[in-house]
């Protein structure tokens, strides 16, 4: 066991046990995201950054985890803007930057490019989203959210709301929250339902899963309220974009009924799925998730690279 | 008082006393700023430089700044090359980026922008210019390179030559300079003077104002000359434009009859309004002012995240 | 002599002994470029990466050489994204940039580029790839290559294979490897052959020089086979393209016959030259040569702004 050295291409890379040590890590390393405690942990350590599509807040949490902990950067922000690909081949371009650095977090629009990536890399590589398939990270600072709000993941009830077929970020959560035993509602437009391949790999862990069409139901019963985006591009038309939308937006009212204690997350950024109205409310935990990408990412850095905590 | 957290969305966001104290730590911090000394006063600190709208000079003078004093950078450079603002409120973005570091480095094509973003961080805000506002860094490093040269900011006499209506330079630059008793002297092609409410607000501070037409007269009299960039797309056609910039161009015949002490100023990136031979004069301030850019943010970040010098 | 604050602009500003001054620091720095040693030789400098052209590895290995050795970076990576240049003479620009730290790397498509920089620039230029003119640090990494696979310069027989003309890198190379009485030979398609002016540079240095026709032939008398690019826009029709990159192409069966320590070079990235199933052969080295940009540069980085290494 030990995650020094390991890749992260998906959160099945990781056993529970293992997604535990990075939660726990992310919690003690807070202080140390926030400014108020400083590290050289990973002096002496180079971080390549290999985004070859563009992903501002994920470049930039990881860039200061790694430079919170002494370390630094060299980043590739825009495959656009370099001649780096012109019909290299992936394995090719990987086995050169990996003599860049101790480890690559690569960002990629196709499915599977951090798998073929950790295959040929003699350093670790993270994946920080490719394409349609996995963003591993993104999840555990999802798991950490929630976490951080109970205390717990255990026996949770989170309602998923909106576009649950493409959104990727979904599909991981749904996965790791049903290692945790945790309640799981789903709402979201027809058409864009949970794929049924996610579906049955949830049921098969035992999770408890049911679908809600009323948001004032999937809301009272909520502890999570994970709300995605409903990209108007999946739709035919104007009208039935904005009619679907519209009912899916959150808004101060549809607060209304929810536990005390429920929170309300967003992978961020939002267009119009939250009124800014509910960011003055107790439930609104976006930004506190957001933060959280930085001691997450930090956690990880300090385990895959130095094998423990500063 | 103290600068410590505060944010710098404009030059009247400074008193003259803190003006001042800006201008005298830059002074102490020029062998820093040429690499003779280093110091680790920011060490464990992250800045987030956030150019919405590229540029490069004064990106890369936060950066050296910034490092020189021991400290990290994150940054978006270009934010064409990011999917960060696709239907992203400018607060949300902002919101994020003050989780990444201890202050924000602000570029934006929008005027407001800047005052917008101190009100939603926490943590400090540093405007880099945003559109037609304000370039209040800007401003400081134009009166540093003043004081250098004459010992003081007080009697000195400024010409500003060229478009004083569009030059959001020249406008924050003036009310600078009226605070400390400057005498002004303006020279501008018609239609390009400078605005009747930056000229009254000068006014109002007792400072005395005066328009000129022959560029002779304007380089005798002045202490500094301070020449800004006609820009062509102000002109009805090609025409126009090139004769009136050729009456504006500085070479060394214009220089003939100035004070032997006189400086000749420009903001940079220049095209044609000043003529390399002028360069070699003794006259010629303007690659001395590009690198006071240097201990001048130095002392401002000093002051603003240490709240002390080196 | 020392290289101290010395312009790199073309591999003929160095003399063989400095050459071979920077080929044994690269060697000692391996465990540094590794991440198995770390200095803080470079503390408190700062290196500006200009690169007014995109050019991912170079500025990769830099910024990571630069980092390894504590120093820091401000970079352009890409001038498109910049409104810097808008009519800006390169003169002004490096003069600007050499007030940012302590030595430049430069990047520009324009022949002459660092030369010019170099005039203008207090500190140091290292030219990283100037149009069709020169790039000089490359030669020094192949030039690493070849003395790691060999432990000598001295009587090698290194092959040229593919687009002689257009290709700057085996120009440099090809007059670099005459100073150490390497045996040159040359194999290109018609029209593609070395300029008149580099092979009679060559031929004056009483460097031994023939061409090859017959691949096999090429192969089995070298020690050192680099291969080189063959651009698809040198040739009237896809089909001559085809037909002639074919015909230069490696693959295990080209191997056949060759000695057991010849080394296939390539400066990278490929397209379709060395066939991947050349990757396992033990005579790929264009990896290690990727590698050893690392430790060449930092040697580099070392004389040019320490004078000595860590």
Same mark, same amino acid.
């Given at each position: 066991?030990?995650?020094?050295?390991?890749?992260?291409?998906?959160?099945?890379?990781?056993?529970?046990?293992?997604? $535990?040590?990075?939660?726990?890590?992310?919690?003690?390393?807070?202080?140390?995201?926030?400014?108020?405690?400083?590290?050289? @942990?990973?002096?002496?350590?180079?971080?390549?950054?290999?985004?070859?599509?563009?992903?501002?807040?994920?470049?930039?949490?990881?860039?200061?985890?790694?430079?919170?902990?002494?370390?630094?950067?060299?980043?590739?922000?825009?495959?656009?803007?370099?001649?780096?690909?012109?019909?290299?081949?992936?394995?090719?371009?990987?086995?050169?930057?990996?003599?860049?650095?101790?480890?690559?977090?690569?960002?990629?629009?196709?499915?599977?490019?951090?798998?073929?990536?950790?295959?040929?890399? $003699?350093?670790?590589?993270?994946?920080?989203?490719?394409?349609?398939?996995?963003?591993?990270?993104?999840? @555990?600072?999802?798991?950490?959210?929630?976490?951080?709000?109970?205390?717990?993941?255990?026996?949770?009830?989170?309602?998923?709301?909106?576009?649950?077929?493409?959104?990727?970020?979904?599909?991981?959560?749904?996965?790791? @929250?049903?290692?945790?035993?945790?309640?799981?509602?789903?709402?979201?437009?027809?058409?864009?339902?949970?794929?049924?391949?996610?579906?049955?790999?949830?049921?098969?862990?035992?999770?408890?899963?049911?679908?809600?069409?009323?948001?004032?139901?999937?809301?009272?019963?909520?502890?999570?309220?994970?709300?995605?985006?409903?990209?108007?591009?999946?739709?035919?038309?104007?009208?039935?974009?904005?009619?679907?939308?519209?009912?899916?937006?959150?808004?101060?009212?549809?607060?209304?009924?929810?536990?005390?204690?429920?929170?309300?997350?967003?992978?961020?950024?939002?267009?119009?799925?939250?009124?800014?109205?509910? $960011?003055?409310?107790?439930?609104?935990?976006?930004?506190?998730?957001?933060? @959280?990408?930085?001691?997450?990412?930090?956690?990880?850095?300090?385990?895959?690279?130095?094998?423990?905590?500063?």
């Amino acid at each position: 066991m030990g995650l020094k050295g390991r890749d992260l291409t998906s959160i099945r890379d990781f056993s529970r046990d293992e997604i $535990d040590e990075v939660l726990t890590a992310a919690r003690r390393l807070i202080p140390y995201a926030e400014g108020k405690k400083s590290s050289d @942990l990973l002096e002496g350590k180079v971080l390549v950054l290999a985004f070859f599509e563009p992903s501002t807040r994920t470049r930039l949490s990881f860039e200061t985890a790694m430079q919170r902990l002494g370390g630094r950067c060299v980043t590739i922000a825009d495959a656009s803007a370099t001649s780096m690909r012109k019909g290299e081949t992936l394995s090719d371009t990987i086995r050169m930057l990996s003599h860049y650095g101790e480890a690559i977090v690569l960002r990629h629009s196709n499915e599977g490019a951090a798998r073929l990536a950790a295959m040929v890399s $003699d350093r670790p590589v993270i994946n920080a989203g490719d394409g349609a398939g996995q963003h591993p990270t993104q999840t @555990l600072l999802d798991l950490a959210t929630i976490q951080e709000a109970f205390g717990t993941l255990r026996g949770i009830h989170v309602t998923l709301l909106g576009d649950l077929r493409y959104g990727r970020t979904v599909h991981s959560l749904a996965r790791a @929250l049903a290692m945790y035993g945790t309640e799981l509602t789903l709402m979201s437009p027809p058409g864009l339902g949970l794929p049924a391949e996610v579906r049955e790999g949830i049921e098969e862990t035992g999770a408890r899963l049911k679908e809600e069409d009323q948001i004032h139901r999937a809301v009272r019963d909520a502890d999570v309220l994970y709300v995605t985006r409903i990209q108007k591009e999946r739709f035919a038309d104007e009208t039935e974009y904005q009619q679907v939308a519209g009912s899916y937006r959150i808004d101060a009212s549809s607060l209304v009924g929810a536990k005390p204690k429920m929170i309300v997350m967003h992978p961020l950024p939002r267009t119009g799925e939250i009124a800014p109205e509910v $960011d003055a409310t107790p439930h609104a935990a976006y930004f506190r998730q957001a933060f @959280l990408a930085v001691p997450v990412r930090m956690a990880l850095l300090s385990l895959i690279l130095a094998g423990r905590l500063p």
